[in-house]
């Protein structure tokens, strides 16, 4: 049967399911293996092992943040003695200070370092074009989402792995969009507000705040931190025209990846240069359009073509530059990538505005009124809800 940690084990708030239990451990000599019951095993270094006890000594049990440091103890430090107790955790008796530390088993498997269990834990994101999300786009109800943790969880793991979601029947007379996105967390303010609305005025400050034709693009790639995720819900749409366009940036990334590796390489390792451009504030930014983690996997996408400055870049690399932008926009525009959705009022579209380029057809106000509303949440505050709910998700097993 499986069991759950208990988090006086782990001096934390995620609990650990045993699913796989310790038979037997050995040693050598910077390591440990745990040999399991499922007939794998693990190894474990005993600097790593040291570094991550969790006994009252080395975490603080009021914060539950760490007080040991790895530098107070010998770099060669072994272990005295390794052994699986009755109660299948893993106790380690030091060389060093005859300290003594015990792990947990479902905590030392998910936390197991080797390449495979790395790559198993991997969340690969859900790439896609215009027939994959024609057939696949996720679609939640406001009332659920709003009522229940386990709808919010799934809406929540849909965004995070296919980078954009529709949520319908939103209200459009209260603070629905609000409500929303604080379901997540707090919303994120930039120099357009908190709440900011989507719909032409005089004396706009962005091309969004008319009735031109918006091109693709993610939004503020002028900031150092990008917005995560960007909501847009409709108020009103009985205007001619206005269809939102979408492209899953890390779809056309990894394209060319595959097909032109020379303007990936320059799109990922050469800056561009993001300027706003408004009376009240001056937002510059100079970095990659394509940004890779340390696999060298796409985690982020920074373009909107009326927010580029001039390129600041050595000259014998401008006209590779160019040359990869200009690829890159010739595909955002390929039929196959661009997926096409009219808002309706009470729609909520809500995106990875780091991964998802978005655009709007121009649209006419004679025979009617288009009105959006906008916020942005930050990425990382997805993830952290994700695992907060997965916790009592777990709890619940």
């Known amino acids: 049967m499986t069991q759950t940690a208990d988090v006086s084990d782990l001096v934390g708030f995620t609990p650990y399911n045993i699913v796989e239990l310790p038979l037997s451990v050995s040693t050598a000599d910077e390591y440990l293996t745990i040999h399991w019951d499922n ?25 539950r943040e760490q007080m040991f440091e790895i530098c107070d103890v010998p770099l060669d430090i072994k272990a005295k003695s390794a052994t699986i107790t009755n109660q299948n955790r893993l106790s380690v008796q030091w060389d060093f200070e005859s300290h003594q530390s015990l792990y947990h088993p479902g905590w030392l498997k998910a936390h197991c370092y080797s390449e495979e269990a790395r790559e198993q834990r991997k969340i690969l994101p859900k790439i896609w074009d215009k027939q994959l999300i024609s057939q696949q786009l996720p679609v939640h109800a406001f009332s659920k989402i709003m009522q229940q943790d386990a709808d919010l969880l799934t809406w929540l793991r849909d965004l995070r792995d296919y980078g954009i979601t529709l949520v319908t029947a939103v209200d459009t007379t209260g603070s629905a969009l609000k409500s929303v996105a604080e379901r997540i967390a707090f919303i994120r303010e930039t120099n357009f507000g908190t709440l900011f609305e989507v719909k032409a005025k005089p004396n706009a400050n962005s091309t969004a705040y008319t009735t031109l034709r918006l091109p693709l693009h993610t939004d503020l790639p002028t900031r150092e931190l990008q917005p995560g995720l960007q909501f847009l819900h409709c108020l009103v749409n009985d205007a001619s025209g206005g269809e939102s366009i979408l492209v899953d940036g890390f779809k056309i990334a990894e394209h060319m990846r595959q097909h032109h ?134 709890l619940g097993e």
């Open 39 to 63: 007939g794998q095993s693990s190894d474990f270094h005993y600097l790593w092992l040291r570094d991550n006890c969790t006994c009252a000594e080395c975490v603080s049990t009021l914060t």
């Open 261 to 394: 590796p020379d303007d990936f390489k320059a799109l990922s390792t050469l800056s561009m240069s993001f300027y706003n451009k408004d009376k009240d504030s001056d937002y510059r930014f100079k970095g990659p359009a394509l940004v890779t983690d340390s696999s060298g996997a796409v985690v982020e996408v920074r373009l909107a073509n009326f927010l580029r400055g001039p390129l600041d870049i050595p000259a014998d690399q401008v006209t590779s530059l160019y040359s990869a932008y200009r690829r890159f926009m010739q595909l955002t525009r390929e039929a196959r990538f661009q997926y096409f959705h009219r808002l309706n009022a009470g729609d909520l579209l809500v995106f990875d505005n780091r991964r998802v380029l978005h655009a709007r057809n121009a649209f006419d106000l004679k025979q009617g009124e288009r009105h959006l509303q906008g916020c942005y949440v930050d990425r990382d505050e997805l993830l952290s809800r994700i695992r907060v709910l997965e916790r009592s998700c777990k």
